[in-house]
């Protein structure tokens, strides 16, 4: 499941700096604008510290962790929906993406040039926003002036149907709304899906302050994107980059010293992998046994044959029933035999719906 999340902002708010600590890649970050042109794609491994609970129990030749892409776009400016600063090319680069990070400078640092002239996360929010809204506009009333034709003469009830959703975006995004806020039915939100537009996409805020404001909670800046991104149903995350980027260069048995001393039990990149996860829509189940313990990602409300699909297509096509219990029961009870005369494990079929942290056992038949 290929999902692909992109790190945006404008130039010099970390972005760079935070995609190599993501994935200990060497995307250059440099102090002037435009030093990335093309995206920056990295593969970064979910952390899940259920997995290695799981490993405590059932003793596996070899652990997979589940995976998602993060992508580094460029540096967005004021104009970039009319071309400026090579717009159209990176914002063509975030419609490819499933989700956004917004990051969002809320440290002061004379050494580091704002392309704006000073630090104001909330107007440079309104810089991005309104330019990713721009881009859709234009996007939106080009497909109108081609669906509304072909509608006139058609019985196409999809066509029309396309019509609708477009005509209540475009009204939505006049009033300065973006896609994702228009409420829409289960056929609409497939229309809306199909037309790749930019504000349709879940946004977390990555707020990067410096590591006194860190390890303080954060500071004003923050406190106002938070107000800002709960106005919108947005989350936030508090991360500092340059101090990510520095535990993340760390050998693993300096990098737990460093950690202790800042009172952290795990590195933030963490739990910023683990939000842009959730923001996705996804969930994890596991398979376990002696050969493999190894997670899989799902989306949310997966039913058993589908889930099992993401092994093999054969798994899905041929699928009879799913053994399972949660990784919670195994926790409680230690062992699955222990599971088993506790009554927890069970037999599923083809409506079960799939809970994230299930271990799952697949039984078919091709």
Known sequence: ???????????????????????????????????????????????????????????????????????????IVKGASQGEGLGNQFLSHIRQTDAIVHVVRCFDDPNIIHVAGSVEPIRDIEIINTELLLADLDSVEKRLQRTEK????????????????????????????????????????????????????????????????FAAGGNDWTKAVEARAAEENNKTILICSAMEAEIALLPPEERKDFLDALGAEEPGLNRLIREAYTLLGLQTYFTAGVTEVRAWTIRANTKAPQAAGVIHSDFERGFIKAETYHCEDLFKYKSEQAIKDAGKYRIEGKEYVVKDGDVLFFKFNV
């Open 1 to 75: 499941m290929a999902l692909q999340v992109g790190i945006v902002g404008l130039p010099n708010v970390g972005k760079s700096t935070l995609f190599n600590a993501l994935t200990s890649a060497k995307a250059e970050a440099a102090n002037y604008p435009f030093c990335t042109i093309d995206p920056n794609v990295g593969v970064v491994t979910v952390p899940d510290p259920r997995m290695d609970k799981i490993t405590e129990f059932i003793k596996p030749q070899k652990v997979v962790p589940t995976t998602m892409e993060f992508v580094d776009i460029a540096g």
């Open 150 to 213: 072909q509608a006139k003469n058609s019985t196409d009830k999809k066509l029309k149907l396309d019509v609708e959703v477009a005509k209540k975006i475009k009204e939505a995004l006049g009033k300065g709304l973006p896609a994702r806020a228009v409420v829409l039915d289960e056929m609409e939100q497939v229309a809306l899906k199909e037309m790749h537009l930019l504000t349709a996409k879940p946004v977390l805020y990555a707020m990067n302050v410096n590591d006194a404001d």
